[in-house]
Nanobody
């Protein structure tokens, strides 16, 4: 299983970006899908998560600005980021709980990270 994240870039404060993370390989099912971020000199933090049933959860710092969604048919998770602030600057990582075949346990997979830079 491989995860490919994309969509990062440089944007001015107040702008928007949409991140995508597509899983490929042997996939039978996907449970939770998450986005984390890590700013320079800081610990990695959970930004948003969406469970298998579609219920989203957000960090307080991004509520009302970010929206996580999933396309199960494409094994893809998205993060729509609006009203971006310089404090959102970080490398964003996707994290998926994937079952590679029927009856197998769910394992934890990480994308390679995509850099988001918000200028003031």
């Amino acid at each position: 299983v491989q995860l490919q994240a994309s969509g990062g870039g440089l944007v001015q404060a107040g702008g928007s970006l949409r991140l995508s993370c597509a899983a490929s390989g042997s996939i039978f099912g996907i449970n939770a899908m998450r986005w984390y971020r890590q700013a320079p000199g800081k610990q990695r933090e959970l930004v948003a998560a969406i469970l298998g049933g579609g219920t989203p959860n957000y960090a307080d710092s991004v509520k009302g600005r970010f929206t996580i969604s999933r396309d199960n048919a494409k094994s893809t998770v998205y993060l729509q980021m609006n009203s971006l602030k310089p404090g959102d600057t970080a490398v964003y990582y996707c994290n998926l709980d994937i079952q590679s075949r029927r009856w197998a346990p769910f394992n934890d997979y990480w994308g390679q990270g995509t850099l988001v830079t918000v200028s003031s």
